[in-house]
């Protein structure tokens, strides 16, 4: 019996150091979201590190004092891989001009705060650019026109960035 009852007392002090583990944890990520929030877009991509390329075209393009306003934007984030995915030769080019640079990367931006559970239920948004991206849900996943949404809703205090897996490219005007 005796031993029974020091079983119960182990369980149940393990069961609490648990919920307090558990209850730490969550303290902390809340935490960590609630400072995000805080940094603006230009910040938060370029914290993440997977936005070299981008954090450097929004140089050339003069476009971080914009994305660092106040807003609310949304950003559709095209990752260093997605530049990469960029035929031989396009993004120098595209450094090297900043008019079609400026045109592509006002092309990922909406006005507004957008966020996933919004996205979803549009066809398309109309860019700054001027021109609209088409979205489609396929099989569990967002579209932005061919480009995958492989996260979203990374939010920051000017806005929410989504993010995408090839970068989009507008229709020539």
């Keep these: 019996m005796l031993n029974k009852i020091n079983i119960l007392k182990s369980t ?8 307090i583990i558990n209850s730490t944890i969550f303290a902390v990520d809340n935490t960590k979201e609630s400072k995000s929030e805080q940094k603006d877009i230009v910040a938060v991509t ?10 450097t075209a929004l140089q050339a393009a003069n476009l971080v004092e914009t994305l660092q306003g106040e807003g609310p934007y949304t950003v559709f984030a095209p990752t260093d891989e997605a530049f990469a995915k960029l035929p031989e030769g396009t993004l120098e080019a595209l450094l090297k001009n900043k008019e079609a640079l400026t045109q592509i990367l006002l092309y990922h931006v909406v006005s507004g705060k ?7 239920k549009l066809e398309s948004a109309k860019t700054v650019e001027g021109q609209e991206v088409m979205i489609k849900v396929s099989e569990g996943s967002v579209y932005i026109n061919d480009s995958k949404v492989t996260s979203a ?18 229709e020539k005007k």
Excluded: K, Y
């Excluded at 370029?46 to 954090?55: H, I, K, M, Q, R």
């Excluded at 957008?114 to 979803?120: D, H, L, P, Q, Y």
């Design 153 to 170: 809703d990374v939010m920051a205090s000017n806005g929410v960035i989504h993010v995408i897996d090839t970068v989009l490219i507008p």
């Design 114 to 120: 957008v966020t996933s559970g919004e996205v979803v």
């Design 12 to 19: 149940l002090v393990l069961l609490i150091s648990i919920m």
């Design 46 to 55: 370029v914290e993440a590190g997977s936005f070299n390329t981008l954090a």
